[in-house]
């Protein structure tokens, strides 16, 4: 069982940045691929990125590249996402995930998420 709690959620202005971190319990987090998906208002849940139990590869949507960072922490059982260059169009609640591949994870096929942290970005 792993259970994961986001943090470090906010309001930004256009153009800001903000690192959210999911910090997991259990001692098997270092088995699971991690990502970050968004579920902004009335649209569906969409892959942000995503990384590998070891942290050697990584994944991120278009939408994000050059922009988020995925790290992971496995000695703190920690996975952030450092998001620069923020649009409102990165308004959403922001969710943590893990599954047992990186592909899977890419796909939304997960076996545990968290609770969820509200990203606003005012223009």
């Known amino acids: 069982q792993v259970q994961l709690v986001e943090s470090g959620g906010g309001l930004v202005q256009a153009g800001g940045s903000l690192r959210l971190s999911c910090e997991a319990s259990?001692?098997?987090?270092?088995?699971?691929?991690m990502a970050w998906l968004r579920q902004a208002p009335g649209k569906e849940r969409e892959f942000v990125a995503a990384i590998t139990w070891s942290g050697s590869s990584t994944d991120y949507a278009d939408s994000v590249k050059g922009r988020f960072t995925i790290s992971r922490d496995n000695a703190k059982n920690t996975v952030y996402l450092q998001m620069n260059s923020l649009k409102p169009e990165d308004t959403a609640v922001y969710y943590c995930?893990?599954?047992?591949?990186?592909?899977?994870?890419?796909?939304?096929?997960?076996?545990?998420w968290g609770q969820g942290t509200q990203v606003t970005v005012s223009s």
């Open positions: 259990g001692r098997t987090f270092s088995r699971y691929a």
């Open positions: 995930a893990a599954g047992d591949r990186l592909p899977k994870v890419v796909a939304g096929i997960v076996g545990y």
